[in-house]
């Protein structure tokens, strides 16, 4: 079906656009993406933000973790909440967004900047401040109105600031500066105000190199940090800093005080160290993840959370003695999935890793291979008889692994030496052929008719190296690569029937002995799709709108299918590719293959553990006003979900609309809107905390339309 290189690239999570087109998010859990920040007001009650717009939050401490829409892609910075529902976000490009329940809905607010916002600071809801780490500008930004308006502070530097922090609503500090690499030059700064922002003046701490961040528990008691082993500590409000050191090979991202003692610090090296001493010691803590942290949050001595890089949460209730993982799934690429109903699908890919889901991938759990190396392709005929290739090195065996319990137990299948398998094909539980190449690149297809005790070579006519295969019945079959080759009688015969220079086809898909499409990429321009309505006869190259390599195609029938590849590569055509349209779900992922078992439901797999499920959801075009053309429910986000999902939906012009939701027994359990609504994108919440875990059902009623939405609760 195809090869590729899996690249560790971390995926985006644009969940506003994926739902919206009926992709929605399964793995890694709560997001791939790294996220900068965390701040919690309680116990309970926290968000993270990160790389291009991301927010998660939690209500149980962690226990869940939800995602947030933002309204932006760019990268978020830094986050400051007042209480549970009140709070603000800041990023790249003068980005700021508010919220008022808690992140059920977050709105634009016009900063007057376009210059990366690195840190923000409220003391209540309505007074804030803003810094911008951009050189030559200094800038401070206050807001006495919740944001509504924001205006320029005389900060005194010009230097880059990159972080603030406020005792109360008069005491406050901002720190930054710069390192100049040519003439090995730094410079500190460090600002503080009393008055609110009125007169900042600057502080000197004798030390010199650029701040990234600043920690204060009260008017007097403060921390300033750097990029090397140093600390700056303050016991008088800045007026004299003195220096601490962590030790040798501790370079802090940040730092969170909760007393004049009790400290912790995060690095991009994956440690944690605590104080009790307000910093004059520093003790190591063992975090249990080997990915860079860059945030670290506490609400008392014993509560806290750190995050970081591809989505990393961890959590302590003992003070840092212990930690644990909060966010779930697998990290690791995915290079091809296999479903073989609505439920019951696998996922393989690197180090071994094969993944299986038997409720449509609401949980995936991880099925022992017993190998470490790198799973290509993996195909089943049911839901017992399974196959995944791993491709290893010629010193190694060609082996396949094969289960005949769902999973439960892998055995290796040999087929020889000296080779590369790359792809595998099977039409029953005896029946399959997996394609390959030979050292030396000459291709290579090898057939069982006994469920892989025992293969057979098959010639394929053709030198070049094959990469994809797909048969549609015990007969007909089409492998890739170079170019295409056909066979009529099972393999024992292979005709070339077209080669395409400078090209490599990486996955094939037929529907029937008639039609099918082969993907790939073509050296220097990017993506082709070539697709036959003869068996192979004659193909058409379709113009697909992707500069990006591709990498996998489904098709559900003749008409509809979709292709995925480099870069979050991602197109899809209802006319059997006349006419193919991008959709813009995870633009920068790495998306490695894709299956549909029907029009509702596929998944498609990739880097950094990357599976997304489609459940039938359309996108829904505006007017030129704006105001969606047709009447729509959009599938719920997140899903499954707990304790709390979006529901989304669109109309084309003002009416009454009735949202409920019912339970598998069709008894109303909420009524979330009975009312006259304005024609336009519309949003609802959905708080399932008094509900089972289960299936519930979302119907929107509006005159005589009306639409229905699965819904799963999952505690």
Known sequence: MKYFMIILI????????????????????????????????????????????????????????????????????????????????????????????GGGRW??????????????????????????????????????????????????????????????????????GYHYEPLDNDTTIIVRTTDGGE?????????????HGVDFVDASHGWAWTGSDTILHTTDGGDTWTSQTFGAWFFPRDIDFVDANNGWAVSENDTIRHTTDGGDTWTGQFCGTMLPLYDVAFVNENNGWAVGGYGTIIHTTDGGDTWTNQNHGTMIGLSDVAFVNANTGWAVGEDGTIVHTADGGATWSVQTSGIYGFLTNVDFVDANNGWAVRFAAFSEPAILLHTTDGGGSWAAQYIGWNMYLRDVAFVNAQTGWVVG????????????????????????????????????????????GNGIIHTTDGGAMWTVQSSYPNCLLSGVDFVDENHGWAVGGRSGEGGIIVATTDGGATWTEQTNGTTSWLEGVAFVNANEGWAVGNSGAFVHTTDGGTT?????????????????????????????????????????????????TEFVLLQNYPNPFNPSTTIAYDLPKAGHISLRVFDLLGREVAVLAD????AGSHRVMFDGSGLATGIYFARLEAGASSQTKKLVLLK
């Open 10 to 101: 971390v995926g985006v999570l644009m969940s506003q656009m994926a739902s919206a087109q009926g992709w929605e998010w399964q793995n890694p859990w709560p997001t791939p993406n790294s996220l900068s920040h965390v701040v919690f007001v309680d116990a309970d009650n926290g968000w993270a933000v990160g790389d291009l717009g991301t927010i998660v939050n939690t209500t149980d401490g962690g226990g869940t973790w939800t995602v947030q829409t933002s309204g932006t892609t760019n990268t978020l910075l830094d986050v400051s909440f007042v209480d549970g529902n009140t709070g603000w976000a800041v990023g790249d490009s003068g980005t700021i967004v508010h919220t008022t329940d």
């Open 107 to 176: 709105t634009p607010q016009n900063s007057g900047t376009t210059g990366n916002l690195s840190g923000v600071a409220f003391v209540d809801a309505n007074n804030g401040w803003v810094v911008c780490g951009y050189w030559l500008v200094g800038t401070i930004l206050h807001t006495t109105d919740g944001g509504e308006t924001w205006t320029n502070q005389n900060s005194g530097t010009m230097l880059p600031l990159y972080d603030v922090a406020f005792a109360d609503e008069n005491n406050g500090w901002a720190v930054g």
């Open 199 to 211: 007169t900042w003046t600057q502080q000197f701490t004798g030390f010199s190199g650029p701040l």
């Open 437 to 480: 190449s030979r050292q030396g690149g000459a291709d290579i297809i090898v057939h069982t008719t006994d469920g892989g005790a025992t293969w057979s070579e098959q010639t394929s006519g053709t030198d070049g190296v094959l990469f994809g295969v797909d048969f549609v019945d015990a007969n007909h079959g089409w492998a890739v």
């Open 580 to 628: 193919w349209t991008t959709q813009s779900i995870w633009p920068e992922c790495w998306l490695n293959a894709v299956t549909f078992v029907d029009a509702n439901n596929g998944w498609t797999v990739g880097g950094t553990g990357t599976i997304l499920h489609y459940s039938g959801g359309q996108w829904v075009s505006p007017n030129a006003n704006g105001i969606p």
């Open 675 to 678: 009312e006259v609504v304005q």
